[in-house]
């Protein structure tokens, strides 16, 4: 599967951004992660979401602030990204992995990864 991922830009603190994912084939046999890589730092995790929807997980500096989801009939996952702080700029990759009713922080178990799109909020 190819994923895309798109809808980064640049916002101010305290805004909102929804990020896209979208899959080149059915996605409902996948996972879905999001990770973000700020400058100078490593890959983090961010989100995850199993096949269904309805299970998901969040690295703690980021729950009660961005929401993970997924429409399988649009093979796209998303992820609403409100009160954004600069601390949140990065670049933003979504990915998934074979084993759908996992949820995995794991980057080596995510079999696929789209180009990333960058978030930049400015203080």
């Known amino acids: 599967v190819q994923l895309q991922a798109f809808g980064g830009g640049l916002v101010q603190a305290g805004g909102s951004l929804r990020l896209s994912c979208a899959a080149s084939t059915r996605f409902s046999n996948y996972a879905v992660g999001w990770f973000r890589q700020a400058p100078g730092k490593e890959r983090e995790f961010v989100a995850a979401i199993t096949w269904s929807g309805s299970n998901t997980w969040y690295q703690d500096s980021v729950k009660g602030r961005f929401t993970i989801s997924r429409d399988n009939a649009k093979n796209t996952a998303y992820l609403q990204m409100n009160s954004l702080k600069p601390e949140d700029t990065a670049v933003y990759y979504c990915?998934?992995?074979?084993?759908?009713?996992?949820?995995?922080?794991?980057?080596?178990?995510?079999?696929?990864w789209g180009q990333g799109t960058l978030v930049t909020v400015s203080s």
């Open positions: 990915a998934a992995h074979t084993k759908p009713t996992f949820l995995v922080a794991e980057e080596r178990a995510y079999n696929y």
